[in-house]
């Protein structure tokens, strides 16, 4: 039998080619093929049009939650679940079926948003109305099961992070989930092209048990390469931010309230804004995000908008090296082509840093940097806006952005992550000057850094790559422009 | 070699298609200027020091100098060398090409002030003044003696930051530093300038004793030798008494709580003399 096996092989490699033209269905095979798959698909649209249908026509349907049930809950505190099942649990009055669906799904939502758990499933058990009840079966008495598999309580990782332009490798610890209410403690050391060393300690939680509210602690001590100033940052200090997760906007808030202590250590840079600033510095700061985000895919996104504004006021302490009132504003917004099986994004960033106190000058480690593969195209990294002896000094204005057209690869399928990709780019960085802010803004009008480009990317769930044949159209003489081939890996993009 | 094809090196050569002047830098940077000839070619030089502060001399001049001993001696030595005087202007006024600007050490290459900052017309030369070097004289004795100001007396000055801790001559430290954080981070700079930590490493493996007993001794050494270059001053080369003036001076009038300061007191007739040097500048 063995051998007939084998010879059996032997003969489909030989015979490859001519196996492969069998294999191939005929056309009325393929006909039947596609005519199943389109009764499968209609089986299935049937199935969920009953469902849709069935809770349409009892979406009014009086229902009591007599109780609600959670199996694995020893993990958590009975006050934190409590807080999660408040909107099944408020009232003993009878809710339409819409409500309890919308509270069970709420529900399922803080556990998953708080990554709680491994796997939920919700069952939704009847149960008969006791003898005593005084609703003369006007309503239906339902218990929802929340069948859940916790997450692991303590995990240990290795791998490695791909961010705008840089890559690294990180060891972590988690322990998720500490105290029974959605804390969770993590350690990590990260390693990598930029990062020479990173420790941080995350300690998150969700404020007063409610998943839409988290609070966020970070401790961290690293030290990073900056290699547009020719120097090197070790940054020591800790970070609060509070910021919220709606499930019904899109419109989210974040607060954060830094403290660092900062050392700028020049590792070669002959400029004398450089050599000025090196040392030490203490900087605390309080900053404000408004977020507004509607789009499908935050890589590669072919409907919703995306809009943040946000401020950083660092002053409030006389020991702020550098005071600054600060102010960013980014847009980006898709359009959907299908006559040419394309779509558009269209990208916008501004901002503004503004000295505070007697300084006639802002910090270069605050000040704002733009270009690179992920940002204006076709220039280097950080390699727009005025420069001092090769080193890249930042700007306190600025404004960039880009139209991208994103196509599907002709003859390949429109699910692929391949696509084709189209752009162009402009960026302006200016200083300002205090004194003569007419000027400053004057700058900002004229002479933009302009770049065109084509190319392919690859649109993978934790990050967008793109590989693009790049050409400056105009540019300044400082800029360090980039012609040719250029590569971009990350997770923003202009 | 892979040829770039004609068509696209074409294509480079033609973009960018406009280019823009450079942008402008804003930044101002406040510099000690030293008096003299302001020269119209672009050859300056910056001095890198710590810190800067004024000194009113017998004359009722405000001179503006380093605060630290190595720095003033480069000072005077360059100011003598390119025939300039002190900065006597708070930065504001320009009156030569050359001046003297406060760093952090971490400006400099090696982490360690006084730096020189050359510019020659579109370059720049950044030149570490404490790195070792040969001495260039021929005479013995000056040799000798340039050997024992530009190592004996730094290592001592670099004992005296590590036991007596006069922060206060650090650019960092005159700002609002509300936690002291940057003494502890000195002292663990200060350790490895000139290479002290890798010259004297039994001194930070035991415990900080170790390192006072060794500043004790050196401090013995410095007196004996202080007298010898006391008696000795009117005949020293040019650039060893400026490098000597830098130490008598600073330790006499800003760090005379100091066991150096306390050492250098008993030397009225080499204080004389040094600030009389400091004053023809």
Request: charged share 20%; with cysteine; aromatic share 10%.
């Amino acid at each position: 039998m063995s051998l007939d096996h084998e010879e059996d092989m032997l003969d489909r490699l030989s015979r490859s080619k001519s196996s492969l033209d069998q294999n191939k269905p005929s056309k009325e095979e393929q006909a039947l093929r596609d005519l199943q798959l389109e009764k499968e698909q209609l089986i299935i649209q049937q199935n969920k049009q009953y469902l849709e249908d069935l809770f349409k026509d009892n979406a009014t349907q009086p229902i009591k939650i007599k109780n609600v049930q959670i199996t694995n809950s020893q993990d958590f505190r009975d006050s934190f679940l409590q807080a999660q099942f408040k909107s099944l649990l408020t009232t003993n009055k009878p809710i339409t079926l819409t409500q309890m669906l919308d509270s069970v799904e709420s529900v399922s939502t803080s556990f998953i948003k708080l990554n709680l758990v491994e796997n939920l499933l919700v069952t939704i058990n009847p149960i008969q109305p006791s003898l005593f009840s005084r609703d003369n079966g006007s309503s239906i008495n339902l218990v929802p099961i929340f069948n859940i598999i916790p997450i692991k309580k303590f995990s240990a990782k290795t791998g490695t992070n791909i961010g705008n332009g840089e890559g690294d490798g990180y060891i972590q610890f988690q322990l998720r989930n500490l105290l029974g209410g959605g804390e969770n403690l993590t350690f990590d050391a990260t390693t990598g092209t930029k990062t020479k060393s990173s420790y941080l300690l995350n300690y998150n939680t969700p404020i007063l048990n409610n998943a839409d509210y988290i609070n966020e602690n970070l401790f961290y001590i690293n030290t990073r390469k900056l290699d547009h100033l020719q120097s090197e940052v070790t940054t020591q200090g800790f970070s609060n931010k509070i910021y919220t997760q709606y499930d019904h906007s899109k419109l989210n808030h974040e607060f954060i309230v830094e403290n660092f202590w900062k050392i700028l250590q020049n590792k070669g840079s002959k400029s004398l804004t450089i050599l000025n600033q090196s040392g030490s510095q203490l900087k605390s700061s309080i900053i404000y995000n408004l977020i507004y985000d509607s789009r499908n895919n935050v890589h590669l996104p072919n409907m919703g908008r995306y809009f943040r504004f946000g401020m950083e006021y660092s002053g409030l302490f006389k020991f702020n090296k550098y005071p600054f009132i600060k102010s960013i504003v980014e847009s980006q917004f898709t359009y959907k082509l299908p006559a040419l099986s394309s779509s558009l994004i269209v990208t916008n960033k501004a901002g503004i840093i503004y000295p505070l106190g007697d300084k006639s000058q802002t910090s270069v480690l605050d000040r704002f940097y733009i270009g690179g593969p992920n940002d204006v195209r076709s220039f280097t990294l950080n390699g727009l806006g005025p420069k001092d002896y090769n080193s890249s000094l930042g700007g306190d204005i600025f404004l960039n952005g880009g139209v991208s057209l994103i196509s599907n690869i002709p003859g390949v399928s429109s699910d692929s992550n391949f696509k084709l990709h189209n752009f162009i780019n402009y960026g302006k960085l200016v200083s300002m000057n205090k004194n003569d802010l007419t000027t400053s803004f004057k700058k900002l009008t004229n002479q933009y850094s302009i770049s065109i480009g084509f190319g392919i990317l690859y649109n993978h769930p934790m990050a967008r790559f793109e590989l693009n044949f790049v050409l400056p159209v105009t540019a300044n003489r400082t800029d360090s422009i980039r012609k040719g081939i250029q590569y971009g890996i990350g997770v923003t993009f202009l | 070699m892979v040829k770039v094809p004609e068509p696209i090196e074409r294509l480079f050569d033609t973009v960018p298609i406009i280019t823009y002047p450079k942008e402008e830098i804003i930044d101002h940077i406040d510099q000690f200027y030293f008096e003299g000839e302001n020269k119209t070619n672009d050859d300056s030089f910056k001095l890198g020091v710590h810190q800067v502060i004024p000194y009113q001399g017998s004359d009722e001049r405000i001179r503006y100098i380093p605060n630290d001993p190595i720095s003033l001696g480069y000072a005077l030595w360059l100011a003598h060398k390119n025939n300039l005087k002190l900065p006597t202007k708070d930065g504001k006024g320009q009156s030569s090409n050359n001046s003297i600007i406060q760093l952090s050490y971490h400006a400099a290459p090696d982490q360690q002030l006084p730096i020189l900052i050359e510019d020659s017309n579109e370059s720049r030369n950044i030149i570490s003044l404490t790195a070792v070097k040969k001495s260039d004289h021929t005479n013995i004795e000056s040799k000798l003696i340039t050997d024992l100001i530009d190592s004996k007396f730094i290592d001592l000055w670099i004992l005296c930051l590590l036991n007596e801790h006069p922060n206060h001559i650090f650019k960092d430290e005159d700002e609002d530093d509300l936690f002291h954080l940057n003494k502890y981070y000195n002292s663990y700079e200060v350790a490895n300038w000139k290479a002290f930590k890798i010259r004297y490493p039994n001194l930070f493996q035991i415990s900080g004793t170790s390192i006072k007993t060794f500043y004790k001794s050196e401090l013995k050494s410095f007196n004996q030798n202080l007298q010898l270059l006391s008696s000795n001053f009117i005949n020293l080369d040019m650039s060893l008494k400026l490098k000597l003036v830098g130490y008598v001076i600073i330790f006499d009038k800003y760090l005379s709580d100091t066991e150096i300061g306390i050492i250098i007191k008993n030397y009225p007739s080499l204080i004389k003399s040094s600030y009389k040097l400091l004053e023809k500048y």
